[in-house]
T-cell receptor, first 113, second 114 residues
Framework: NAGVTQTPKFQVLKTGQSMTLQCAQD?????MYWYRQDPGMGLRLIYY???????DKGEVPNGYNVSRLNKREFSLRLESAAPSQTSVYFC????????????FGPGTRLTVL | QQQVKQSPQSLIVQKGGISIINCAYE??????FPWYQQFPGKGPALLIA?????SEKKEGRFTISFNKSAKQFSLHIMDSQPGDSATYFC?????????????FGTGTKLQVIP
């Protein structure tokens, strides 16, 4: 039982390049989330998927797109990377009860030059 | 708009001492208040959580105190150990549009020195 896995762990991009961050969970959770973590800002929600087949914007969605490929997988795409997207990205998943614990992956550290 | 304010930003505590981290929230619709612990290079992990109908919850050396009228809650780490050195995030959660909307504080970096 691997929990939440993310690939890659590290990535360096040039401004304008595109990339996709991959996330998968093996806990049969319905909801999945993408956060970014910046110093002094805590964790901010980019996009979420309440259930398979649905996705919605979070607090900071500009410059990102997501795909809920199936119940297990939720990817985050940067179409044209900008230096402001330099951050650590975390994927998380949770079941559906009102007191859900969110389970986080190990993160992807992205640098945009 | 930051709905959960966390302080202090950093904290240094002697081994065996008490670490205290405070949080305040604004939205009374929040109905679940978890604390997450994050070690360097790792994702956050749930440490302890409380519902607003309870004033205190204790799990081992970790205690949450909750003051609903003041809209404040805090984490107390008793007998702090070097292994507790990590970043701690308070959070406030509610159900919104079929998903769990979690608002995180900005984090407190705790260092426990021997």
């Amino acid at each position: 039982n691997a929990g939440v896995t993310q690939t890659p762990k590290f990535q360096v991009l040039k401004t304008g390049q595109s990339m996709t961050l991959q996330c998968a969970q093996d806990m049969n959770h319905n909801s999945m989330y993408w956060y970014r973590q910046d110093p002094g800002m805590g964790l901010r929600l980019i996009y979420y998927s309440a259930s398979e087949g649905t996705t919605d914007k979070g607090e900071v969605p500009n410059g990102y797109n997501v795909s809920r490929l199936n119940k297990r997988e939720f990817s985050l795409r940067l179409e044209s990377a900008a230096p402001s997207q330099t951050s650590v990205y975390f994927c998380a998943s949770s079941p559906v009860t009102s007191t859900d614990t969110q389970y986080f992956g190990p993160g992807t550290r992205l640098t945009v030059l | 708009q930051q709905q959960v304010k966390q302080s202090p930003q950093s904290l240094i505590v002697q081994k065996g001492g008490i670490s205290i981290i405070n949080c305040a929230y604004e939205n009374t619709a929040f109905d679940y208040f978890p604390w997450y612990q994050q070690f360097p290079g790792k994702g956050p992990a749930l440490l302890i959580a409380i519902r607003p109908d309870v004033s205190e919850k204790k799990e081992g050396r970790f205690t949450i105190s909750f003051n609903k009228s003041a809209k404040q809650f805090s984490l107390h780490i008793m007998d702090s150990q070097p292994g507790d050195s990590a970043t701690y995030f308070c959070a406030a959660s509610m159900r919104s549009g079929g998903y769990q909307k979690v608002t995180f504080g900005t984090g407190t970096k705790l260092q426990v020195i021997p």
